[in-house]
């Protein structure tokens, strides 16, 4: 019930193509989607988020895709660049917790 | 510069002994918590504190400690009994005990038993 699971585990895109990320999740007490972004060597920072309230955020070229009958969400890159070369999490919270997927680790081609 | 401060970066241990690694914020935020990283897994929720004095086991706790006797920091302690520490560690912090609002990380701490 506390998992959220994350695919796919790698992602290779060409340059200027859209990058897809998915997550379930198990728990409706969830009420706060996160999806951090980390490059090596680094700690995680924080990419875009998203309530349960609504089906779609966009900041940039991200998007978060969120349906809640399926209990499921995904990060949309449009246009991808190198530079966006990292692995990517998303996240889940409840009452106490930041439940996070197991990563997906995206390379951008030029 | 507010933010997230881990040290050391880097951590050599050799087995049998314990290690402390640090984490320290100037963000006045409640909450912190501490992570393990390893390939493949994502992000393990080891300790986590709300407010000072008080802190709750996560999903992997055997084998660490951790104290919150000041609210800007929440050091965490890999005993002897945590049989594979070699690790990434991360540190978070947030304003919210509900957790539902951002969680700023610091930069790592990498452990490797040798």
């Known amino acids: 019930q506390q998992q959220v699971k994350q695919s796919p585990q790698s992602l290779i895109v060409q340059k200027g193509g859209i990058s897809i990320i998915n997550c379930a999740y198990e728990n409706t007490a969830f009420d706060y989607f996160p999806w951090y972004q980390q490059f090596p060597g680094k700690g995680p920072a924080l990419l875009i988020a998203?309530?349960?309230?609504?089906s779609e955020k966009k900041e940039g070229r991200f998007t978060i895709s969120f349906n809640k009958s399926a209990k499921q969400f995904s990060l949309h890159i449009m246009d991808s660049q190198p530079g966006d070369s990292a692995t990517y999490f998303c996240?889940?919270?409840?009452?106490?917790?930041?439940?996070f997927g197991t990563g997906t680790r995206l390379q951008v081609f030029p | 510069d507010g933010g997230i401060t881990q040290s050391p970066k880097y951590l050599f241990r050799k087995e049998g002994q314990n290690v402390t690694l640090s984490c320290e914020q100037n963000?006045?935020?409640?909450?912190m918590y501490w992570y393990r990283q390893d390939p493949g897994q994502g992000l393990r929720l080891i300790y986590y504190s709300q407010i000072v004095n008080d802190f709750q086991k996560g999903d992997i706790a055997e084998g660490y400690s951790v104290s919150r006797e000041k609210k800007e920091s929440f050091p965490l302690t890999v005993t002897s009994a945590q049989k594979n520490p070699t690790a990434f560690y991360l540190c978070?912090?947030?304003?919210?005990?509900?957790?539902?609002?951002?969680?700023?990380f610091g930069q790592g701490t990498r452990l490797t038993v040798v």
């Open positions: 996240a889940a919270s409840g009452a106490d917790k930041l439940i």
């Open positions: 978070a912090s947030s304003f919210s005990s509900g957790l539902n609002t951002e969680a700023f």
């Open positions: 998203i309530r349960p309230d609504v």
């Open positions: 963000l006045n935020h409640d909450a």
